[in-house]
């Protein structure tokens, strides 16, 4: 949480908003909520669906990604973790923490959209690489 927050706290600050880290903190602790439901309908999932799985099936399901558009064992390893994280639930995310920000700070929710673009986008898109980086010199 603390590595969403940072970001997007400088971006605001940046663009000269009234803010507290603690205000900002709270937006993004109650935003991560949304990332249980993924996991809720994952056991859901293997618990009365699919019963029949090994550990890269559980590992490698992520409902709502692009991911799931594809069987996993043909995707190359260092694209499962980018395909995962291109999901609904990323997209509710960046809605819930804009519509937070905007809450909080006093202003309209596509002004509350710019700061989330402009700062947590580069920020996941930054982690992306680094991940995906690993991933490919770990193999």
């Known amino acids: 949480m603390l590595l969403i927050s940072l ?4 971006g605001i600050i940046l663009v000269n908003i009234k803010i507290t880290f603690q205000d900002l903190f709270k937006i993004v602790a109650i935003a991560e909520l949304i990332f249980f439901i993924p996991m809720i309908i994952k056991i859901i999932w293997f618990y009365f669906f699919d019963k029949e799985y090994i550990l890269n099936d559980l590992i490698n399901f992520y409902p709502l990604s692009a991911l799931s558009l594809f069987d996993y064992k043909h995707v190359e390893p260092f694209l499962i973790y980018p395909l995962q994280i291109l999901n609904f639930f990323e997209l509710f995310y960046s809605f819930f923490l804009a519509y937070g920000i905007s809450k909080v700070i006093k202003i309209d929710i596509q002004r509350g959209m710019k700061i989330v673009l402009s700062t947590y986008i580069p920020t996941i898109i930054l982690w992306v690489v680094f991940v ?3 991933s490919l010199n770990a193999t």
Do not use: A, E, H, K
């Open 7 to 10: 970001p997007i706290y400088i």
């Open 132 to 134: 995906t980086f690993l």
